[in-house]
């Protein structure tokens, strides 16, 4: 395929009468009351970035370990078809990759990409360039400000880009569904739409652990303790005397101002008028806000599937030690979004510089993974009925001349 019929690939234009007769069955069912009308998120992205993000250190630790790791991994570009790979160093491909817009490096632009993913389980990246050249530059957008329109065919109609009242829209071919907008989605089972934020899934455990944050500060800022109670006796006994709303009042403001706050701590409280003092101590069912803290912090992790001890939640043991911990972390949560992107990628942009390219990223550079390395170096030393061929293919090195032989 030349270079021409690949943009139009990729940019949405041409088709063919084999192609407009394309369609799913089920499809129109999708859009029957809602075709060409944008569809809003099932949640709101602020929300979530607002309450998970900036508020909840424990999502905040999840989401920037997986986003940082992920986009310290280097892509690599190989040309040619399987079995006769060859490795480039040199590409315009991996030259936008590596500075992608003049704001941002390869590695902040991915980041941002993963990030925006994590928290909302969608991401979107725009390429910017000429229609019928090669992208000149690759932008994430904020998923807060993407709308799908939904289109009859199963496949969006385009995508709407909204802010301060103004708006753009990305048209989608509605046969191949490809366009100038990338769209990275989670798995999500209500919504044929949009991706789910893992969140969601987190959602109580997230405002558990702000309350017990609250509930902390609070107790800190009255002291360390529920206070106590001014108790009121009246003088002679006589109790048709009691204090007014304006009385009430006044106390209730002299006590929070003089007396309640870390600076106030200590000081010496001082009554008139029949009032009593009353000490009040929490009892052992008013500390199980302790446990239930460290029990929300362990879902938040189990939501993004990171092993706890890795965002620092006391006591979590679940693997023998840090090592395995960074392994986990790799195995189940970076190399599944690496690929995943890696696919999207090769599926959406590396078709516009040629048919037989593939973007991949390289495993080799991850040190997390070593120990696993060297013991996978190990055996195939010691093996003796490989050829060196075969044992450098089991690496995923390319053969040398004289390899074949054992």
């Known amino acids: ?47 979530l970035a607002e309450e998970g993000f900036k508020k909840n250190v424990v999502a905040y630790r999840c989401i920037r370990l997986i986003a940082q790791n ?16 060859q490795k480039l160093f040199e590409h315009p491909l991996l030259e936008l990759l590596g500075r992608p817009n003049p704001m941002q490096s390869g590695s902040e632009l991915l980041e941002a990409l993963y990030g925006f993913y994590l928290i909302s389980g969608n991401s979107y990246i725009e390429a910017v360039g000429v229609d019928g050249e090669l992208p000149a530059e690759l932008w994430v957008l904020r998923p807060d400000r993407i709308q ?42 209500l919504d044929d739409w949009y991706g789910m934020s893992p969140l969601e899934a987190a959602a109580y455990s997230i405002d558990q652990h702000n309350e017990a944050a609250k509930w902390n500060t609070s107790l800190l800022q009255n002291s360390g303790r529920p206070s106590g109670a001014l108790v009121y006796s009246p003088p002679n006994d006589d109790v048709t005397s009691i204090l007014n709303d304006e009385q009430r009042q006044r106390l209730k403001d002299e006590l929070e101002e003089y007396y309640a706050g870390s600076n106030n701590s200590g000081r010496p409280l001082v009554l008139e008028g029949g009032l009593d003092w009353r000490e009040m101590a929490l009892s052992p069912k008013d500390m199980d806000w302790l446990a239930g803290k460290d029990v929300s912090a362990r879902e938040i992790a189990l939501a993004y599937n990171i092993p706890p001890q890795l ?34 990628l090769n599926n959406w942009l590396v078709p516009i510089f040629g048919d037989d390219l593939a973007l991949s990223y390289d495993i080799d550079a991850i040190d997390a993974l070593s120990p696993r390395r060297e ?32």
Do not use: C
Not at 77 to 83: A, D, S, T, V
Not at 327 to 342: F, G, T
Not at 386 to 402: C, S
């Open 1 to 47: 395929m030349g270079f021409a019929k690949s943009v139009a690939k990729l940019w949405g234009s041409g088709t063919n009468k084999n192609q407009e007769t394309k369609a799913s069955r089920t499809a129109p069912l999708l859009v029957q009351f809602e075709q060409g009308q944008p569809r809003f998120t099932p949640r709101r992205y602020d929300a």
């Open 70 to 85: 992920a986009a310290s991994v280097p892509w690599t570009l190989f040309k040619g078809r399987e079995g006769a790979k």
């Open 148 to 189: 799908v329109i939904a289109g009859k065919s199963g496949v969006p109609e385009s995508y709407r880009y909204s802010v301060n009242g103004k708006h753009i829209d990305f048209k989608v071919d509605r046969i191949t569904g490809k366009a100038k907008l990338l769209h990275i989605k989670s798995f999500h089972p």
């Open 311 to 344: 965002v620092g939640v006391e006591g979590s043991l679940t693997y023998a030690n840090f090592e395995q911990a960074r392994l986990a972390l790799y195995d189940d949560v970076v190399l599944p979004l690496l690929e995943h992107v890696k696919n999207e």
């Open 375 to 406: 013991k996978i170096w190990t055996r195939l030393t010691n093996v003796d009925f490989m050829t060196i061929n075969e044992k450098r293919a089991a690496v995923g090195l390319a053969p040398i001349d004289g390899g074949d032989k054992i």
